[in-house]
């Protein structure tokens, strides 16, 4: 079980749901890691499926950035929200 940093409650069921502060997102075969933002509001979660490359952090700012996998190839993936 995880609190965001403004008070939002997330929690794996089972290590194969994530649920945050609502409704259970899909289902997998398991899930590796749940992480959230800085601000709470963002919440962003590995599946079993998907794991294998590290973890994705989150950047004080609130960015989030991960390792992909494509063909070989491994790429540093930087994503910037709207603000």
Known sequence: MSLSPDGGLGFLAERRLVVVSGPAGAEYSGVADMIF????????????????????????????EYLAAREGDLYRIRYTPAR
Do not use: W
Not at 42 to 53: F, L, Q, S, T
């Open 37 to 64: 933002g800085p601000d709470g509001k963002r919440v962003v979660y590995v599946p079993n499926e998907a794991a294998g490359k590290g973890s994705p952090i989150f950047s004080p700012d609130g960015d989030l």
